[in-house]
């Protein structure tokens, strides 16, 4: 008996943990926050604006970010969640106008995409086959051992006395 439970609560901890890796990709309608919403405060507390990359999910937390993609033209634009909703039924993100604007749904005001969650952002990083210059970091060798600056300086000094002798 205490067998056959091991495997009921194996089973079920599998199943669970298997729906959980599934719902982190998510196909639905998405809309956008009109423009005349800006300044408005957020469910995080923090004030929308339509030029930043946000967005509206009822179940991810704050900060999270999401790669939401526009299947009709493969365009993918990363929000970060900063608010609650959308509570209207069939959709299942609502985006700032920039992220609608990236993703090119403006003209249709509702479409289909898939969102995503991120887990790291890659850190960009140099790639090996470029050559760099090199720096001359030396100082200045014969009739220029002063910076430019206090030669040009020292030549409006000498101007400024030419013209005040011959006055």
Known sequence: MLFKNKIVLTTLT??????TALA???SG???FY???FTGRQTASGE???HDSLTCAHRTYPFGTLLKVTNPANNKQVIVRVTDRG???KGRII???VKAARELGIIAQGIAPVIVERIKFIPIPFKPE???LPELDMGTNEGPLEKPIWVILREQMKQQQQKEQSKR
Do not use: N
């Open 14 to 19: 599998l199943l669970i943990f298997g729906f």
């Open 24 to 26: 982190q990709t998510q």
């Open 29 to 31: 309608k998405a809309s």
């Open 34 to 36: 009109p423009i005349k």
């Open 47 to 49: 004030r929308l604006h």
């Open 86 to 88: 959308p509570y209207v």
């Open 94 to 96: 609502d985006l700032s």
């Open 129 to 131: 086959d470029i050559e």
